[in-house]
């Protein structure tokens, strides 16, 4: 799968347009860094890029950004100082669960399903229509106007959402080559980005806070996780989602790794040095990309403990799904868990999806006789 240049072009076009209109310090901060991701893929596939320098002076443009990510990172310290000791619990609580039921990584991705490109892009459509029609007209959409590029070296992570204020809907590059199972379920990684984006923050224009919404990636990885569970039941390919299931299972259980390091030098007093990604620097010289590891730890083991409230009703759960979204940013984490009918005690031990790993893995060792 490519992405329509012609598209992109006209999309770079119209936000060039806009900056040298509109050349502001608030809407330089909002839109400048995916303008140049955006223009970045542009000359990825073409060759060709636009001249930032004829419109924005970067060292102007750098200096804006920075100042930004000062007053973010100062708010992220006082978050870590509020939360910090609840996710150290819950990652040391879902850890031993997972030590407790002997889940196990399985590393047979020759076993993924492939398939032909008709086939590939029938089952995502195929699952998104089980949540309604907004989000299976955004998956077409992403598909019939060619937004997706498949096989396309990127510089960290397997895919991206690049998307911009000024234009309604964005592109999604993976560097996964292969139309198999694993590269679909980056897609609906993906494609749950899009959908938070154009059903929430972009009518609402809302802009969520970059370093404290701590649910930022719960859309991406629900539509992810929900894939596996739409491929197992329609014995789509079986083996491909137990695989993954467990895979991302043990992916959450690695963020209390570096927020262990980081809990062990508070205790010992030492101050929190946050740059402007939110990787933390330990006093051993070790660098922790800790907000990511928050990002996605929580993402995906909140998106496991919705799934398990939604049973396969993805229809009738979406309007529950749909609160949670809109709750971030102004909801503490508390309230938004507990907006799902979830208590926050039984949310931070770590239980909740302990019996649905333990099946698969189960399924997985009799399988394939580990």
């Known amino acids: 799968m490519e992405i329509n240049t012609k598209l992109l072009s006209e999309d770079l076009k119209k936000l060039r347009k806009y900056y040298l ?17 955006l223009n970045d893929l ?38 870590l100082d509020e939360y ?38 029938d ?60 590269t679909q379920s980056v897609i609906a990684h993906e494609l749950g980005h899009a959908i938070d984006r154009e059903l929430f923050l972009f009518p609402q224009v809302k802009r969520m806070p970059f370093f404290n919404d701590v649910f930022l990636e719960v859309p991406s990885a629900f539509f992810e ?27 959450v259980s690695d ?15 030492e101050i929190t040095n946050i740059d402007y990604y939110g990787n933390v620097l330990l006093k051993s010289g070790e660098k922790v990309e800790l907000r990511d590891e928050l990002l996605y730890g929580l993402g995906y083991y909140t998106a496991f403990c919705m799934h398990e409230l939604a049973r396969g009703n993805y229809k009738e759960y979406m309007k529950e799904f749909y609160k949670f979204i809109m709750s971030r940013g102004e909801a503490t984490p508390k309230q938004c868990i507990e907006g799902l009918g979830i208590s926050f005690e039984g949310y931070v031990d770590g239980k909740m999806i302990t019996p649905k790993i333990k099946e698969n893995t189960l399924a997985l060792k009799k399988r394939f006789n580990l």
């Not at 407790?100 to 020759?110: E, G, K, R, W, Y």
């Not at 993924?112 to 490109?117: A, D, I, L, T």
């Not at 955004?138 to 991206?160: C, P």
Request: net charge negative; aromatic share 14%.
């Open 123 to 182: 089952i995502l459509l195929g699952y998104f229509s089980t949540f309604g029609d907004n989000e299976y007209k955004i998956a077409k959409k992403y598909f019939d106007e060619e937004r997706i590029q498949t096989g396309l070296e990127i510089e960290s992570g397997d895919g991206i959402y690049i998307s911009n204020s000024m234009i309604k809907s964005g592109y999604i590059v993976t560097r996964c080559k292969n139309l198999e199972t694993y």
């Open 255 to 269: 963020s209390f790794f570096p927020i262990h390091s980081l809990m062990k030098e508070k205790q010992e007093g």
């Open 225 to 251: 996780i929900g894939l596996y569970d739409y491929l197992l039941r329609n014995k789509i390919d079986v083996d491909g989602a137990r695989i993954q299931i467990n895979d991302v299972a043990l992916k």
């Open 84 to 121: 910090l000791y609840t996710w150290y619990t819950l990652f040391d609580n879902y850890c031993d669960e997972l030590e407790s039921i002997d889940c196990i990584d399985v590393p047979f991705l020759s076993c993924f399903r492939k398939y032909s490109e008709k086939e590939f892009k």
């Open 21 to 37: 209109r509109h050349p502001s310090k608030d809407e330089i901060i909002d839109g400048y860094s995916s303008f140049v991701m």
């Open 42 to 79: 542009y000359q990825l596939l073409t060759g060709i890029r636009v001249d930032e320098d004829l419109f924005l002076r970067p060292d102007k443009v750098q200096e804006l950004l920075n100042s930004k990510t000062y007053k973010n990172c100062d708010e992220y310290c006082d978050y």
